[in-house]
């Protein structure tokens, strides 16, 4: 564990830390959204962002303070918190985004990290290079390794005792291997904070499947102990899958850079503000404006409140994400959000596709399990139970069946079997996940989990006698069944039939 973070609650792999800051006396609770400030243009001045947005720390860009001669003079002087107002944390970028921009820039890690030091920076960035998707694996790997120097470099650094934390930035463009080799080098570091860098084209892109494979494969590297922030993650449709993910900051350009396009952001999506009717929030701005007040005022104004809202939408979201790890439900919070947009639910599915990542750090007990999509079929819950299936003890012959016990048999036990998990003894009924809401219209997604749950158990235990008793399960769902195992239809299932 680095002794500058610590992790309470604990969903899917969604947590709730906290993040000390010593530099700026403040300990930030993740997760965190981290506004993004333009040192030149401040659409909503920092004071403000504190005090009524409760944000506790934010971004800004020492390389564009340092290029601007006025905002350089003043930040070494008065120091950034003073020249920006703002009395929380302060992380600061390096000038790796204008270096993927326009190809150089003309400081080296030392002295940005210097001038970071100088200005009071909480958060110091080194220059990594953000490798963009897509790109030859030779590019990715030789790019690495420059960002492998840099971290070198910040690790070399002395901070004097300025207490200041350094960020390590995971690069790898879209190699998991590479991910996931990059996050294992940063965690060996001594650096605090860790950055999966590069990941802004994949969300403008929508490939939000892309950051999660990504995402997942840098968190193999680095472990469960690492603060992780998702860099240049704004919009709020998404933070509940990156949480799911592992995800601690994120930090949000978008806010200001579409309210200036006249966009505004909701927790399904972005419309265009021109689109619009009505506000579908309940925000300051959205309560005492409609969408006409708005058209009648200069763009000024309208700007600074679309930026208000998104801002607000935005916070709103971060809270709702924390409550669901709290109750446990981040993964329901998930499959909802991943309905605003098909983009997302490729998201939600490369998610379930490392489910065994999730299994590892799932919290075995939680509140309740909504089965509330069939991709709830392969949730970490129900593959962990169907490991579990292996481990039981089984007697020698056991009737499995969706229906109650029958008043007379001759089994040597009676388990049930819901979809989608499969099979439990009763001993096992009152635990989690088995407590399951699912509906009653149980579709064949979930069928075919509980088949496969029902296959499991009868290759762990060939010894033992199995018959499972189905509540009309169709024939591609049986397939999944065995030959081993005995199967029967319930007779209420073949009265619906006739
Ligand atoms: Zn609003």
């Known amino acids: 564990m680095r002794d500058h973070f610590e992790l309470r609650d604990a969903d899917a792999m969604g947590r709730i830390g906290s993040l000390s800051v010593p530099r700026a006396g403040v300990t930030v609770e993740t997760p965190a959204l981290l506004p993004v400030v333009n040192p030149n243009i401040q659409t909503i001045e920092p004071a403000r962002l504190s005090e009524e947005f409760g944000a506790d720390i934010l971004i800004t860009n020492s390389y564009i303070i340092r290029k601007t001669e006025e905002l350089n003079e003043r930040a070494l002087t008065e120091g950034l ?6 009395d929380g944390a302060i992380m600061t970028d390096s000038g790796s985004f204008q270096l993927a921009e326009y190809g150089e820039i003309d400081v080296t890690t030392e ?28 590019q990715a790997e030789e790019e690495l390794g420059v960002t492998a120097e840099a971290l070198a470099d910040a690790e070399a650094f002395d901070a004097g005792d300025s207490e200041m934390l ?21 965690a060996e570091t001594d650096l605090d904070v860790f950055p999966v860098g590069a990941v802004v084209p994949l969300m403008n892109a929508y490939r939000y499947d892309d950051m999660v494979e990504a995402v997942l494969a840098a968190k193999r590297g680095l472990g469960p102990a690492a603060p992780v922030h998702l860099f240049g993650a704004g919009h709020p449709m998404m933070f509940a899958l990156a949480a799911a993910c592992g995800c601690d900051l994120f930090d949000s350009a978008a806010y200001a850079l579409m309210a200036r396009d006249g966009r505004y952001l909701t ?11 009505y506000f579908p929030c309940s925000c300051a701005v959205c309560t005492e404006h409609t969408p006409d007040d708005l058209r009648g005022m200069d763009h000024r104004a309208r700007e600074d409140l679309l930026a208000e809202h998104n801002l ?31 983009a997302m639910l490729d998201g939600y599915r490369a998610l379930l596709d490392g489910a065994s990542d999730l299994e590892r750090e799932d919290p075995v007990s939680k509140g309740a399990f909504f089965y509330t999509s069939h991709e709830s079929a392969r ?11 292996a481990r039981l003890d089984v007697p020698d012959r056991v009737l499995l069946t969706e229906d109650g016990e029958p008043n007379d048999h001759d089994y040597d036990a009676v388990w049930r079997v819901v979809p989608p998990f499969g099979p439990f003894p009763k001993s096992l009924s009152d635990t989690y996940p088995l407590t399951a809401e699912v509906p009653e219209r149980v579709d064949t997604a979930a069928q075919r989990a509980a088949a496969e749950g029902v296959a499991e158990l009868a290759e762990a235990h060939p010894e033992a ?14 397939e999944a069944v065995p030959e081993s195992v005995t199967v029967e239809t319930l007779p209420k299932a073949r009265e619906r039939e006739e």
Not at 312 to 326: D, G, L, N, P, T
Not at 465 to 478: E, I, N
């Open 81 to 86: 918190h003073e020249m920006l107002g703002f």
């Open 111 to 138: 002295e940005i990290l210097a001038f970071q030091r100088d200005i009071g920076s909480d958060i110091a960035t080194p220059v990594d290079i953000p490798t963009p998707p897509d790109v030859s694996r030779e």
């Open 267 to 277: 927790v399904r999506g972005t419309e265009q503000f021109e689109d619009l009717d």
């Open 166 to 186: 350094l960020n390590a930035p995971v690069q790898g463009s879209t190699y998991p291997d590479l991910r996931e080799r990059a996050g294992r080098q940063a």
């Open 465 to 478: 006698s199995l018959t499972l008793s189905h509540d009309g399960w169709p024939a591609h769902v049986l």
């Open 379 to 389: 949730r970490p819950e129900v593959l962990r139970h169907r490991e579990r299936l």
């Open 312 to 342: 607000h939408v935005s916070f709103a979201e971060i809270r709702r994400v924390k409550q669901a790890i709290r109750s446990g439900n981040l993964l329901e919070l998930v499959e909802v959000r991943a309905r605003g947009h098909p």
